[in-house]
Nanobody, 129 residues
Framework: QVQLVESGGGLVQAGGSLRLSCAAS????????VGWFRHVPGEEKEREFV??????????LYSDSVKGRFTITRDNDKRTVSLEMNSLKSEDSAVYYC????????????????????WGQGTQVTVSS
C-alpha cells in the first residue's frame, strides 16, 4: 500500500499561486492513479474532486471549477505528483488531499473519492480576498 504525504499549502492572496506536492512511498508507484481532492472543515459534504492523473501523467482530468487554473503533473522517478494552482480564489480555500488508487483510469469513477483507497493527511490552503 502506498503512503502519501502532502506539502506546499499555506496562505496566499486572491489571484496568487501555490504549488502542492504529494510524495509517495511504498507500493509500485506507476500502478497508481493519483488525484487531488479538497474539503472545507466543518462542511457536511464529500471531499470535492479537483484533478487526477493516470500512471504516466499523460492523461489528466480536472473539475470544472479549476480547469484552466490548476495543473496536475507527475514525476514517476521522484514518486511525486504536483498541483500547480494559479489565479487562486477565496473559494479555493480548503484542506487539499492527495489520494491514490490501483483501480485504474476510468473517467466515470476517478472523480469520486470512493474510487481511492490511499489518502494523505492533507495540507491547508487559505486564499485571502
Amino acid at each position: 500500500q502506498v503512503q502519501l504525504v502532502e506539502s506546499g499549502g499555506g496562505l496566499v492572496q486572491a489571484g496568487g499561486s501555490l504549488r502542492l506536492s504529494c510524495a509517495a512511498s511504498g507500493g509500485t508507484f506507476t500502478t497508481y492513479v493519483v488525484g487531488w481532492f479538497r474539503h472545507v472543515p466543518g462542511e457536511e459534504k464529500e471531499r470535492e474532486f479537483v484533478a487526477s492523473t493516470n500512471w504516466s501523467g499523460r492523461a489528466t482530468l480536472y473539475s470544472d471549477s479549476v480547469k484552466g487554473r490548476f495543473t496536475i503533473t507527475r514525476d514517476n522517478d521522484k514518486r511525486t505528483v504536483s498541483l500547480e494552482m494559479n489565479s487562486l480564489k477565496s473559494e479555493d480555500s480548503a484542506v487539499y488531499y492527495c489520494a491514490a488508487t490501483t483501480l485504474g483510469w476510468d473517467v466515470e469513477y476517478i472523480g469520486k473519492s470512493r474510487h481511492y483507497d490511499s489518502w494523505g493527511q492533507g495540507t491547508q490552503v487559505t486564499v485571502s480576498s
